[in-house]
């Protein structure tokens, strides 16, 4: 379940990741911003492969250091498709 953003559970949950300014966001926090709030499993070295094959959300980069924001974040989360696949289900046999 996603957090409203204008809850007070919301504020508290970002403060909990790390986050004191969404506008620079580490690729850290925004793997804990998309796992925890977003409910979309991603880690930070998945982050890093999306930047270099240029599928993830939008960055900035400082330097060396990558950076995000909540909105850019949000934005990409909004076009992920996420599929649950039940192997309990039987597949179709082929003759």
Same mark, same amino acid.
């Given at each position: 379940?996603? @957090?409203?953003? +204008?809850?007070?559970?919301?504020?508290?949950?970002?403060?909990?990741?790390?986050?004191? =300014?969404?506008? +620079?966001? %580490?690729?850290?926090?925004? +793997? &804990?911003?998309?796992?925890?709030?977003? =409910?979309?499993?991603?880690?930070?070295?998945?982050? +890093?492969?999306?930047?270099?094959?240029?599928?993830?959300?939008?960055?900035?980069?400082?330097?060396?250091?990558?950076?995000?924001?909540? &909105?850019? @974040?949000?934005?990409?989360? &909004?076009?992920?498709?996420?599929?649950?696949?039940?192997?309990?289900?039987?597949?179709?046999? %082929? &003759?």
């Amino acid at each position: 379940m996603e @957090l409203d953003k +204008s809850a007070p559970q919301f504020e508290k949950a970002i403060q909990k990741i790390g986050i004191t =300014n969404p506008e +620079s966001i %580490t690729t850290k926090q925004a +793997s &804990a911003y998309l796992t925890q709030i977003k =409910n979309i499993p991603t880690a930070p070295s998945s982050l +890093s492969v999306y930047r270099c094959i240029s599928r993830g959300p939008t960055f900035k980069r400082v330097g060396r250091r990558c950076y995000y924001t909540i &909105a850019w @974040l949000d934005k990409w989360a &909004a076009g992920i498709e996420i599929k649950i696949f039940d192997h309990t289900i039987p597949t179709k046999q %082929t &003759a």
